[in-house]
């Protein structure tokens, strides 16, 4: 079989699902028998190449992470998203029920560990927020789903070694699903 | 006592006249998914889960409160009713907001095991994220409107086993709410008796005791039956 390669992306998320990924602990040996690792936040910030498997990480909260997952979705073949935050927004969603100027306000004036008089970071280098935080599925289409608050280690290592094998993986068969 | 023939799954059975198609599924061990029906309480086919097939009808019926009939056929498990068996899920997940991760009632909550049971890894429909209130004025319990899915199980206990009426229903579509009272907050309650029946009854994170942390709750909803079986026992 021919090597694959792998990317892992990390977007509005809390890098848990990622701490999960590497709880496979030794079989990530045998992932590395199967393809080559090409992004990854743990090894460097080029952006992402062509590729056969894209697992991302977390829900798009900004116009960076949005213009990151087309590009994602242009160089995948397969597009996983990876936990809950990418699937439902999970707690990076629990913004969407109020106004940004009123959740800014909140957190960066209002707090009580705030003097009132805190400015909220604005500088045109940052990324700047969407009104409503994304579940990946709803910009783009995402191949397979891995839910989960982490997801467990397990159940990646199920998803991945399925899908470098040319399988397809089926969480609702092997009764993997999981949310939170 | 009479009984009706009925074929449930290709299988003829014996029922008895006046139960439920969700009792006779019940009783020969046929599974079929609920939510708003609770043992002990009224039913209102609220849910929509436990639709089923009726041959020579060509509405889907709920099991729960469609009474068995002579020569009736069913059938609870085509891929038609699995098919509106995860719509009907996804469409609990996206109207409030279930977030498991920091829910109370993480791991041990039936719409989440339902979500399980019917295979959804996602929702394929778009989250409302409305903003919901959490009353949190009760000395023991909190209300979380942001995981209630309106089984209505609450008002039923409330009402029907405690006999307090604290609990309601306001308005429609959307904006539907339960309320305490006239729509107060549930800790200014003159209804309440604090029994925790409507906590015990509510099959998700939305109603809970103050003393539990995230994924702690263990409810008891059998109890609601167990209460309503005792309370009909004749003591001769
Ligand atoms: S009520 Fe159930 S489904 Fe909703 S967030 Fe809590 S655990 Fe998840
Ligand atoms: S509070 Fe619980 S029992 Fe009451 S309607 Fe909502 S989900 Fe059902
Ligand atoms: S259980 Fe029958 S409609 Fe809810």
Redesign the interface.
Known sequence: MERKKLATIWLGGCSGCHMSFLDIDERILELASLADIVKSPVVDGKSLPPCDIALVEGSVTSDEHREELFHIRKQARILV?LG?CA?????T??R???RTADVMRNAYQDAASNDRVGNYPDDPQLLKLND?VY?L??LVK?DY???G?PPHADTIFYVLSALLQDREPD??RV?K???? | MDTLKMQIDGQWLDVTPGMTILDACRTHGIHIPTLCHLDGLSDVGACRLCLVEIDGNHKLQPACTTKVADQLVVHTDTEKLRNYRRITTELF?AER???????IA??HCEL?QL??SV??????Y??L????NVDASHEKFVMDHNRCIMCTRCVRACAEVEGAFNWDVMNRGFNVRIISDFNTPWGESTTCTSCGKCMHACPTGAIWPKEYAQ?QLKKNPGMIGELMEKRNMKLT
């Open positions: 998203s809950d699937i439902t927004t999970n707690i969603g629990m969407n029920y109020f409503k579940p599925h709803e995402v789903m891995i839910p608050c969480l609702d009764k699903i999981k949310y939170g | 997940f907001n279930h977030v498991c991760a920091v829910c993480n791991g989440q979500g399980y295979g959804m890894d996602h929702v394929r778009p989250y994220f409305p903003e919901c994924g």
